[in-house]
């Protein structure tokens, strides 16, 4: 890490700790949502959105060794992920007719969030800037891919337009941005709409990556 | 972790490596049933042995940070795991003849010492009780949950009645008797037992949580 | 560890390093042709490449706490399973072509470098010499069972001809070897051969273990 960051850890870690737990919540009533459209029940319900929400940072802290990761050490992590999966069974007639363009949006959010946060968490312990962008893609896709696997299907994430690739070039963005030397909050800021852009652009515009 | 607590280490820590080693034995020799019920040949039989009775707790160590995990430390677990697993495929012909009400006691009894070792581990390296009842919880059910991944099905415990719930209360009275004040080892047999009598009688009146 | 052990680290630590990047190499390539005959896009062929050539030795890491695991903390890893798993598929025509003999070859060699690797960096960190065998075998299966888990499907290696089992005769070899006091790089030639001995022996003769 450059002087300048490490001049500002505390900064830092803010944005890792915001866009952490702004993307635990919209994938806490996300993984509510896709576990009551697949009639489990209440338990399961809170497990899919402990996974969706949590899945993906928890996976990011074993790999890149801050042990033990901050959703079991920190417990507002899964406070949130329970607050808001239990408000989604709660509210379950307003939360199952949520339109299927506001739930895309949000989980684009989500997903730029966690990229963000992934990257940033990454850096902060010393990862190099290649593999920090891999973090930040396992940190947005994580989740979902932990909940197809539990559901026994192939990851969604894996199929659809450009979601992986969304976290990957929003992760990216952050290495650039900080090369350049804007500020972290900045960073942060243009890393995320990266993700959140081309994400939506692609579900808007059917793009695909090519096969061989 | 409170004064009385941290005057005890040595009883605390004995309590979990008991619960967990006769849990691993019980759970070892469910495993092995269950591949050899599924025509998986010798080696298919110990690895399922060995991820239904070590699953749950290399889980729980790696999301609590105990690194490396007891499992995997300590040659007893994989050994123990190793033997049950080896007796039940050299007596298969007894073993496969349990009946299914006797497996199910069995498997609740291993289900309540994983979750009471579970949680009282957690509580030993500092975790919160909230998150240390989740833990106990994911010792509990974790076993059971990656050998029906690995057999590529969506997990029977997040389906049957109230199968990870009796595992949460048994935790949960855990944390509740050791708020009270009770000795360690009273705490420790009330969970149990609580987990225990909640799964029996959940599956003898099919019991079943609501659903939205 | 003995004393001759402890005296040369730095050999030992080598043989891990060029076994495990060389079996790298060969798994990212064998995953990149199972995702490409799946008809994944270039993102699904990326991550099956990286999850077949590094999902063995990230689990082995994190259960016996080589924590952040390598293939994070040393970018040569990930760069690897990058460039081979690209070059796959930019040179598909060709990767596609390659005879199933051949590639049950390259993989038997694969399976025998990364057992070696794997029991090797075990015993390196302490481990006991029976659980560094399971290691060793973890090592070697772990990718290609994460890539069929991820894929939703039974893994493969559960149930052909002796291909775990040929890990962990390889693993055990290794720790045999060093017990006989053979010179390290000995140990790991005579491990790896084994290994690939067997599991070539076993795909000729269709060799099986017994069911019960």
């Known amino acids: 890490m450059n002087a300048r960051v490490q001049g500002v850890p505390g900064r830092l870690d803010n944005i890792v700790l915001v866009a952490d737990l702004a993307g635990t919540a919209?994938?806490?009533v996300e993984?509510?949502?896709s576990a009551m459209r697949a009639q489990l029940d209440l338990l399961g319900v809170m497990v899919i959105a402990f996974i969706v929400a949590?899945?993906?940072?928890?996976?990011?802290?074993?790999?890149?060794?801050?042990?033990?990761?901050?959703a079991v050490a920190d417990w507002r992590y899964p406070a949130l992920a329970l607050v808001m999966g239990g408000l989604a069974f709660v509210f379950h007639e307003g939360v199952l007719g949520i339109s299927e363009p506001l739930l895309i949006l949000l989980d684009a959010a989500g997903l730029g969030l966690f990229a963000v946060a992934g990257t940033q968490k990454a850096l902060n312990v010393g990862i190099s800037s290649f593999v920090a962008t891999l973090m930040g893609t396992v940190t947005g896709v994580g989740g979902g891919v932990i909940r197809d696997i539990v559901l026994a299907r192939i990851p969604l994430v894996l199929q659809v337009d450009l979601y992986a690739s969304s976290a990957f070039i929003g992760a990216a963005t952050l290495i650039l941005a900080r090369r350049l030397g804007l500020a972290p909050m900045a960073c942060a800021w243009l890393a995320g709409s990266a993700c959140f852009a081309l994400r939506m652009l692609s579900v808007h515009y059917g793009w695909q990556l090519p096969r061989a």
Chains 1, 2, 3 share one sequence.
């Not at 802290?61 to 042990?67: K, N, Q, R, T, V």
């Open 26 to 28: 919209v994938f806490a």
């Open 54 to 70: 949590l899945g993906g940072g928890v996976t990011r802290d074993l790999l890149i060794g801050a042990s033990p990761p901050k």
């Open 31 to 33: 993984g509510a949502i």
